[in-house]
């Protein structure tokens, strides 16, 4: 046996899991180092910009030309705050959350007074206002605080939310029969073989069931996947032809647990349990500058196996990856799936080392 504590129903603890550390109430409130949380705030300052200029300007080309001058001074204050709240994100998460917010109010006003220095030193504008510039900069920064704070805040329901309805939806009660009763089959015949595969389904559900956190990295996403296509390997012999094609470079990136495992599943009943000819399953990563780039491709039935239309799944699982993976990596993740030719190709592409 690999390891006969795997086939354990009450397995022990480490200390260090048991023992948790406290939490920390002085976390970053925010991560304005985020593709998304910039493109955010530079919308929303110039959303605001172009509401306030309205009340200045009597018509429509006067509107345009005020705007532009006041997003002169607008934009450069909102992407300095936004440098300045990354460069000190260490800094700022040992402040308690009332000294980030203030921290984060002043650096606004600062940032508001750098613009209005730069329209006053340029011409653009004869008298400077500098108090209004500071106060409206201050409160500016405090409203984008609040939001960004709400939003960090409403990820972690809706990832809860996204794991319950993932393992309920993924880890289907059939697919623990079928295991059982393939192990079963081979008790007599081929132990090790049974012995090996009931040692890989108690490990894909320990991580299904555990507590791992909001990310774990790819390379321990393609261990979990390796199991679960070992159990499937075995109920279904020479009919599932696997390729992985791994590249080590694209391992450290962090991705939600419990993501690539759905999509293999996926691979395995829509393109090999249809055909009596079974399917090849394809996974991929490669890692492409700062981007981890993982495909899972399978190939389809062909449809003289099917004596009706071959069922479509609901998207349950897709729209699931997608969701969670936005929230872990917001804008930056991309995710596409649909047909290729003769084949059905899931791609992810997401940023290493964030």
């Not at 899972?296 to 990856?321: C, K």
């Amino acid at each position: 046996m690999r390891n006969p504590s795997i086939l354990s129903t009450t397995p022990q603890a480490p200390p260090q899991a048991r023992a948790r550390a406290p939490v920390r109430a002085d976390v970053a409130l925010f991560d304005a180092c985020q593709i998304g949380v910039v493109l955010r705030t530079v919308m929303f300052v110039e959303a605001v910009v172009a509401v306030v200029t309205l009340f200045q300007a009597p018509t429509a080309a006067e509107w345009l030309m005020l705007l532009a001058t006041v997003t002169g001074g607008a934009l450069p204050a909102a992407l300095l705050w936004l440098l300045a709240a990354c460069w000190l994100k260490k800094l700022l998460g040992r402040l308690p959350h009332p000294g980030q917010y203030g921290a984060g109010v002043l650096l606004g006003a600062l940032s508001a007074l750098y613009g209005c220095g730069l329209l006053r030193l340029t011409g653009v504008v004869g008298n400077a206002p500098w108090l209004a510039s500071a106060l409206a900069g201050a409160m500016i920064a405090a409203l984008v605080m609040v939001a960004l704070v709400l939003r960090a805040r409403g990820q972690t329901p809706a990832a809860t939310t996204a794991r319950l309805e993932e393992l309920q939806s993924r880890i289907r009660p059939h697919f623990l029969f079928n295991t059982l009763n393939s192990a079963i089959a081979l008790v007599r015949e081929e132990p090790a073989k049974a012995e090996a595969m009931l040692e890989d389904l108690s490990e894909l559900f320990r991580h299904a069931l555990a507590d791992a956190g909001e990310s774990v990295t790819l390379a321990d996403e393609i261990a979990l996947a390796e199991r679960y296509l070992a159990i499937e390997q075995v109920r279904f012999g020479d009919r599932l032809r696997i390729r992985w094609d791994i590249d080590p470079a694209a391992n450290e990136a962090r991705l939600p647990p419990l993501l690539l495992q759905p999509l293999v599943e996926n691979a395995v009943k829509h393109g090999v349990e249809p055909s009596p000819e079974g399917a090849k399953v394809r996974i991929r990563t490669e890692r492409r500058g700062g981007m981890a780039v993982i495909e899972v491709v399978n190939s389809l039935p062909p449809l003289r196996w099917a004596d009706e239309p071959l069922p479509r799944g609901h998207g349950i699982a897709l729209d699931n990856v997608r969701d969670r993976l936005r929230l872990l990596h917001d804008v930056q993740a991309q995710f596409s799936a649909g047909m290729d030719q003769k084949a059905y190709r899931v791609r992810i592409a997401i940023p290493v080392g964030t």
